[in-house]
């Protein structure tokens, strides 16, 4: 009786000092580096039963989206599970051990690929994954994606762009593998936002999640798309483009309070007209050369071109024609001095008296009659003469429009 007492109070003891660690769960699911034999296949008992893999992804950052490129970067968070119906153990008997972390390549895991991405994270994956007592594997992945996204930029810089990240397996078809999600877009969306850490130059607006199943290569595939939305913030560049062709165009109407008479307007109008090519260029850089229509932008910018070009030529114009008016007068001015000249020599002195120019034509005539008659002439000449001074600048500008 005392030995047995004695017995039971060492067993106590014994008991009472035990340990439990991970290893030991793993030595008893057969879970070692000498052991793949879970780690090869789908870790279902009935091939004919599908597993569903649960995927919830949200946004951490809006890194970059590359116009030019038509590429989107956003920084995720990816969160997978599964169940792996040949783990269970009771975590009674490891001392409460639900949970166990261990090396990532040891069991089976979904080919969960990103269609829209273009580069692989450069990042290395998790090394590990977690397992639960009843057989619920978890992933988490932090990865920088690179994917390709359309952009719609006729509203530039007021648009709004879409970009989708759609989760598919690679070989395995919706039998098999069965995508799902306990997050509704909503709820993406508040978390996402919590998260989010940088949004670059755009405002995040939701991340819709949707479900489909899609035919590829004579067998169907179910496709989980995460649909990203956000707007640009448009304020730089209404600031440093926008406006600034503004006030270009402001400067060119107000050159025409400039003189004519120089080349100075000439030159300012020229000198403002390649300040907008310089802006136009920088818009050619900025957008995408692939876009189906012209964005609202690149009018502006065309049609400001256009009136200033327009501008430019009227200016020339009324410089051209300047140029002949100036050009007319100076004729008629040294006509007029001919003239003028002429008239002196032959005109008569206020006496009476003859000139001798006058003299030598009486003298010659020996009429008095053809003297009266010399005077009358050169009297119609310096009427003729005033007449041409004083109507000489409309008759130009009559004959240049109505010609």
């Not at 879409?162 to 397996?169: A, E, G, I, V, Y």
């Not at 005077?375 to 409309?394: I, Q, T, Y």
């Amino acid at each position: 009786m005392l030995a047995g007492f004695l017995l039971l109070l060492l067993h106590t003891a014994v008991d009472g000092e035990s340990t439990c660690s991970y290893q030991d769960v793993l030595n008893y699911l057969n879970l070692t580096k000498n052991n793949e034999l879970y780690s090869m296949t789908r870790p279902v008992k009935d091939y004919t039963h599908p597993t569903q893999v649960s995927l919830e992804v949200l946004l951490y950052a809006i890194l970059d989206v590359v116009k030019i490129d038509q590429t989107f970067v956003p920084y995720v968070w990816i969160f997978t599970k599964w169940q792996n119906e040949h783990i269970y153990w009771n975590p009674n008997d490891f001392c409460g051990i639900k949970t166990v972390s261990l090396p990532a390549e040891i069991l089976w895991k979904p080919d969960i690929i990103i269609e829209e991405m273009t580069e692989k994270d450069k990042a290395p994956l998790s090394p590990h994954l977690t397992i639960d007592s009843n057989g619920l594997v978890h992933v988490q992945d932090d990865q920088v994606l690179v994917s390709t996204c359309r952009m719609h930029i006729f509203k530039f810089p007021f648009d709004i762009q879409s970009c989708k990240l759609s989760f598919k397996s690679v070989v395995h078809s919706v039998s098999e593998i069965q995508l799902v999600r306990h997050l509704n877009s909503s709820q993406a969306t508040e978390w996402s936002r919590e998260v989010m850490r940088t949004q670059y130059e755009w405002l995040f607006i939701n991340l819709t999640v949707t479900n489909k199943t899609v035919s590829m290569f004579d067998f169907q595939q179910d496709v989980m798309i995460y649909t990203i939305t956000m707007k640009r913030r448009s304020l730089l560049y209404i600031v440093n483009f926008i406006l600034p062709i503004l006030f270009f165009f402001l400067l060119d109407l107000a050159s025409f309070l400039i003189s004519d008479s120089g080349g100075e307007k000439l030159s300012f109008k020229v000198t403002v007209l390649l300040a907008v090519t310089v802006m136009q260029l920088i818009l050619n850089d900025i957008l995408p050369s692939s876009s189906d229509r012209i964005p609202l932008i690149a009018l502006y910018c065309i049609g400001i071109f256009a009136l200033m070009m327009l501008s430019l030529l009227e200016t020339i114009l009324v410089m051209y024609l300047m140029e002949k008016v100036s050009a007319s007068e100076d004729n008629n001015s040294r006509g007029e001095k001919k003239l003028t000249h002429c008239a002196c020599i032959c005109d008569v002195s206020s006496d009476g008296t003859p000139t001798e120019l006058q003299k030598g034509s009486i003298s010659q005539l020996k009429e008095e009659s053809h003297a009266e008659e010399l005077r009358e002439v050169l009297e119609m000449l310096a009427v003729l003469l005033n007449s041409r001074k004083e109507e000489a600048k409309p008759e130009y500008w009559t004959r240049i429009f109505s010609g």
